[in-house]
């Protein structure tokens, strides 16, 4: 099984952190983090559709101007999602620059910025054309948790204690729909775009009693047609597995009641990208910054019962420790004597 979702940091764990998330099948990608975005090419820029900031210290958000730049002149829609006074912060950035001539593009780029507070969502509209003042009409919906969610998969978010608050996001994929070409050669079918409407149909849970038509096309012209009964082609051709979860957590304080969220938030994740920012030697340090430990990180990865973790964000002063830092969270995510608390 080879699973929807690659997400890899956009930088290596010194330097800005950011989780950039390609979906296999389509030409889309989420982003986690605004930070520096060299590492990513202007390609996968582009394939971004939504980008989920935790909160806008720099190392966060400054990567806004480099999406910004590479959007600009194209037809997208841009969803951006921070927490409360991100529209502040956005509407700072775009107040940067002079837009005296972005009426003439023949292209229109369109903003969608949700500011998240602890129960509400507000989202206010920026277009290219209108050099990006905020549309008069805000949007105002109730915050339950909930940030994105699609027919096959869902961005949840929680609130951790950063001095400021900070957001933590979670991905999760409703379940996997795996195509078995035996199952297709049987019925002498053949890979195409319609199976990505037949995806499509599974993850919106369509009846499976309803129609479910198979087209093949040449040229944009329709050469076959067939009819199926859609829970019949899904058991001959489908095999439905657990979706991934990919959990990323960071600049949060080592308090017990962000421990208990971070564990909430990651709880069975598939994997877990998480700050390690101090060496647990500098627990004193990490509590004046309001960060985590590499020992705390393994340790939340461990009682969230995490299948894989990748740790980032360390501090600049443990250059060449790295070994360090992955070793203190390993013996703590091994519950290993030298790790425990
Ligand atoms: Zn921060
Ligand atoms: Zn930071």
Redesign the pocket.
Known sequence: MRPSFHPRLTNDPFS??GLFIPFLFEKRALLFDL?ELRGLSPRDLLKVTHVFV??T?M??FIGFDTLLRIFLGRDKELHLFGPEGFFRHVEGKLAGYTWNLVHEYHTDLTLKVTEIHPDKALTRVYVCKDRFRSRANQVEEVFTGILLREPSFLVEAAWFDHRIPCLGFSLKENFYVNINKQGLNELGLFVGPWLTQFKKALYEERDPKSEFIFTCEKERTIIEERKFILGELAQKIATVSPGQKITYI??IAGTPKNFEKAIKLAKHSDHLFI?A?FLDCDRDAARKKF?LTAKEAGEIARLARVKHYTLF?FSPRYDHMAQDIEKEAEEAFQNRPGGKP
């Open positions: 800005d952190p930070g935790t909160h210290h190392d966060h960071t600049d700050e920012a960060h964000h």
